[in-house]
């Protein structure tokens, strides 16, 4: 995930992720852990990039502030 991370895209991967689980009878081992694999790196990517926006809407917040005591 070199690219900065698309919430959304994120949220649908891990909806299918949850999805195969859910629709395997059976769960074949080795997928089943490169499946958990994925979901982590998206949680992950994930965090970093709310983090991100948190940290952008936290700026024009204080943007907007500064902005009305002028």
Do not use: C, P, Y
């Not at 081992?29 to 936290?58: D, P, T, Y």
């Amino acid at each position: 995930m070199s690219k900065e991370t698309n919430l959304s895209e994120s949220l649908k991967k891990l909806e299918e992720i949850v999805e195969w689980f859910e629709n395997q009878g059976e769960v074949d081992v080795e997928k089943g852990i490169e499946k958990v694999k994925e979901g982590v790196k998206l949680i992950k990517a994930s965090r970093e990039r709310l983090k991100k926006v948190e940290n952008e809407f936290e700026e024009v917040r204080k943007e907007l502030e500064e902005n009305s005591e002028n």
